[in-house]
């Protein structure tokens, strides 16, 4: 985990876009607050952003915050318009001919935000067609961040080359990469993290106090694995006993036997870690972690469950949660940052219309 603000963390930020595709500002970012983690405000009405990304493809998904051990605030998010592309169809090329950097803001309060910056991570990746959804999680052993997003990559890398490591290896050209930095400005070169014989895209990824990792990921289903090393490479989902490896915990299909929790349904899952105050007691146990998944299948915007132990494969352990409001605004693809009260009452003041 990371290190905490030097005040307990009693609200949430919120950071998302709309994903309507119907105008410009459907593909910018999107403030909402709220004090329990169930109740959701929205700050500004659709059409009324809170940040715009007018450089690159003109549009920005995929938002992802993260909180500085050393002070300040990072989002880095997808640099992608589907609406100036003309929506998504057989010739739209996002995933050919798209962005291989990366948006990203820095705030010292989640107040004031930095002008945005595009940081290119991709374009070392042989034939790479795009750079999306990233998130950022710290290594507090290595004081520094890992920075993983999906690229397609459109071309091989000659056999036996430096580059051929970069390349898919098993059936679907999609995977998911890494990088590490320090400043979000200056990012080590690319290294393949995920390989997988079906499509992986949307992994989502924290620490937990005992030093494991946890990661869910879109795939063939929403998968969950676990590991103490972070940088471990992994192909197709293994359950191991080796601590340094990636071990595959279950599915959400498997743990709560709902084939509509399936990639068909779900993608672009957020772990998060609920305030003290707001750890609901299911099955008789605390749930201390949330996990939001976009229902892009059926445009219906998230779906939250709950879990007490992320490498348990109990399913008691897991639990669809059907007492949360997301306020007005269709949300996608976003965010979930525990904030103090000062913070709260900031970002309010300087967001709110």
Not at 294 to 305: I, K, M, Q, S, V
């Amino acid at each position: 985990m990371i290190a905490p603000p030097t005040e307990p963390t009693t609200a949430y930020l919120f950071v998302h876009f709309t994903g309507l595709e119907q105008s410009e500002t459907d593909e910018q970012l999107y403030f909402a607050l709220s004090r329990d983690g169930r109740h959701w405000r929205d700050l500004r009405e659709a059409g009324f952003p809170v940040l715009t990304w007018k450089g690159g493809e003109g549009g920005v998904r995929d938002p992802h915050i993260v909180r500085d051990p050393r002070g300040g605030f990072h989002i880095v998010a997808t640099d992608l318009s589907i609406y100036h592309r003309g929506g998504w169809g057989p010739h739209d090329g996002a995933t050919e001919n798209g962005s291989t950097g990366l948006v990203i803001w820095d705030s010292p309060d989640l107040s004031h935000w930095s002008e945005p910056r595009l940081v290119d991570v991709a374009s070392k990746i042989p034939g790479a067609g795009m750079a999306w959804a990233p998130e950022a999680a710290w290594d507090p052993d290595r004081e520094q961040w890992i920075v993983f997003w999906a690229t397609k990559t459109n071309a091989d890398a000659p056999a036996g080359s430096d580059a051929a490591a970069l390349n898919n290896e098993l059936g679907d050209p999609t995977n998911m990469y890494y990088a590490t930095t320090a400043d979000f400005r200056t990012f080590s070169d690319p290294v393949q993290w995920i390989d997988r014989k079906n499509v992986i895209i949307d992994t989502t990824m924290l620490r937990d106090d005992d030093g494991w990792w946890y990661r869910v990921s879109k795939d063939s289903e929403i998968t969950i694995e676990r590991t103490r090393n972070p940088y471990a490479v992994a192909r197709e989902v293994l359950r191991t006993d080796d601590p340094n490896e990636w071990s595959f915990v279950g599915t959400l299909t498997d743990l709560l036997g709902n084939g509509r929790y399936s990639e068909h349904y779900l993608e672009g899952p957020e772990l998060f870690v609920f305030n003290d105050a707001d750890v609901a007691t299911v099955n008789g146990r605390p749930m201390r972690y949330g996990l939001m998944c976009d229902r892009y299948a059926e445009g219906l915007g998230y779906t939250p469950f709950r879990s007490a132990d992320l490498g348990s494969r109990d399913p008691l352990d897991w639990a669809a949660a059907d007492d949360i409001d997301f306020g007005r605004i269709k949300k996608r693809h976003g965010a979930i940052l525990p904030i103090t009260e000062a913070e709260y009452e900031a970002i309010e003041d300087t967001f709110a219309n």
